[in-house]
């Protein structure tokens, strides 16, 4: 059942409408958390089970108050929850899309919801991930409502899937475009037809929001607004995610947190390829192989995919079987493997991390260049190959592991050593590591007071309390 706060009478309320998988809620979540700090009522909208989730999964709860963030469980139709398969060709999360049919439904109750705010407030503020445009477009028809229209994605990829769809309909410097890799294989055709209804609802928007940094991505913001969204309104308002790493509380933190305080600075290398990827049997154990044979330090987190309903048991497959016999004990003071959620943010930004093995998903690319880490780019799926270009040739603050080119083809232990080793070990790498802590620096100067993120925001809440 839908959780009922007292609505207050409010001059400006915003609520917030999420996708339903992880990177998307949690990007959302942590611009509730943003939004709120200016004295805004937040309303946060999803199902029960993914409010759960995200509420669960929340970065370094003592950086986080969700006590002001008044969250509604609104019911969606029951869907399929299988498990992820580690050997589709193509590797987006196709398991997924049952509970994306089902997001969709959730329209009417958003409405209903609008429809109670609106005679107790000013203006109400829509927040929506792009992919949620059809769930909100009866702000049309509220006369005290706008919406914003949040990109979870980069500033680049988002500018080169624009200036695809358009036909390529103006030059673009060469260098950005010398590496660009081709859309195939990173979505499912379901998925692209999913895409394509919500794109019909975007017209009603008044400004666009990316959790992104002109630090980072000055150069693809200004093509977007310039050339392809007409100087529609657009802020930057990233990073999202909290900038200082955390002092961890010795008690309650994650095993993993204590093994990092053991080890010298810059030595470890953190492997997670985040919530929708699986990978195959094969591949697991040329990365178990890769792992140990580059002599590095290292926290691996191998879990399965997340289901639609991350709360329904882990699959079947026991992941642990799967690594080479003898494995962790042969790698024992030199690495660990994690099963569970593991505390990104906080590995990330914790002394002894030297470098990120990723899928490359714009969160996890955003908190590492906040956090300073280098990176070794292995996209998966979606606007992860194009992540991999912008994290690996525009801003060099990483190495390719795979490359797209080559995605059908199993990743091999000795490409993996190579590029660890290249990352923690090289002369080139030492560059590229000093480059990303430089990058690091920048953006968590932009968010303090007088910063370049900190002004879009103020700029962005002037803009909605006008």
């Not at 790498?429 to 953006?443: L, N, S």
């Amino acid at each position: 059942m839908a959780t009922h706060h007292r609505l207050e009478n409010s001059q400006v309320v915003v609520v917030m409408v999420p996708f339903p998988a992880q990177g998307h809620l949690n990007q959302l979540l942590h611009l509730s958390h943003l939004v709120a700090s200016y004295n805004i009522p937040v309303h946060y909208v999803s199902s029960a089970t993914h409010n759960l989730q995200a509420k669960a999964r929340i970065h370094s709860g003592n950086h986080f108050d969700i006590a002001n963030i008044h969250f509604h469980d609104f019911p969606t139709p029951s869907f399929l929850s299988p498990p992820p398969n580690p050997n589709a060709s193509i590797k987006f999360p196709s398991h997924l899309q049952p509970l994306f049919e089902a997001s969709s439904q959730l329209r009417e109750p958003v409405r209903n919801l609008l429809r109670e705010l609106s005679p107790k407030t000013r203006r109400i503020v829509v927040i929506h991930d792009s992919l949620m445009a059809s769930v909100v477009q009866d702000v049309a028809s509220i006369p005290n409502a706008e919406s914003y229209n949040f990109h979870s994605v980069s500033a680049f990829a988002l500018f080169c899937h624009c200036w695809e769809t358009l036909g390529r309909p103006f030059e673009v410097e060469a260098n950005i475009l010398k590496d660009l890799p081709s859309n195939e294989g990173c979505f499912t055709a379901e998925f692209i037809k999913f895409i394509s209804t919500q794109f019909d609802h975007i017209k009603i928007s008044s400004g666009r929001l990316y959790n992104t940094c002109r630090v980072i991505e000055s150069p693809y913001l200004d093509l977007l607004a310039k050339k392809v969204t007409n100087n529609n309104k657009q802020w930057a308002l990233g990073p999202f995610n909290p900038v200082t790493a955390v002092s961890h509380n010795k008690k309650s933190c994650h095993p993993c947190l204590d093994w990092l305080d053991k080890q010298p600075q810059n030595s470890v290398i953190y492997v997670s390829f985040g919530t929708t990827t699986s990978l195959s049997d094969e591949q697991i154990k040329e990365l178990a192989t890769g792992l140990e044979r580059s002599e590095q330090k290292f926290i691996w987190v191998l879990r399965e995919a997340d289901r639609g309903d991350v709360f329904e048991g882990a699959g079947e497959r026991k992941l642990v079987e799967v690594l080479p016999k003898g494995f962790e004990e042969r790698v024992e003071g030199k690495g660990i493997v994690v099963r569970e959620w593991a505390p990104q943010l906080e590995i990330l930004g914790h002394t002894s991390t030297g470098g990120f093995m990723s899928h490359c998903g714009w969160n996890s690319c955003m908190e590492s260049i906040t956090m300073g880490v280098a990176m070794g780019a292995w996209p998966m799926h979606s606007d992860q190959p194009r992540n991999a270009v912008l994290i690996a040739k525009l801003l060099k603050v990483g190495v390719v592991v795979k490359d797209w080119a080559r995605r059908a083809e199993l990743v091999d232990s000795l490409t993996i050593e190579t590029a660890v080793r290249r990352l923690m070990g090289s002369k080139e790498g030492e560059e590229i590591r000093k480059r990303a802590a430089e990058f690091g620096r920048e953006v968590r100067k932009a968010v303090e007071e007088g910063g370049v993120s900190r002004l879009e925001l103020d700029s962005f809440i002037a803009h909605i309390t006008r």
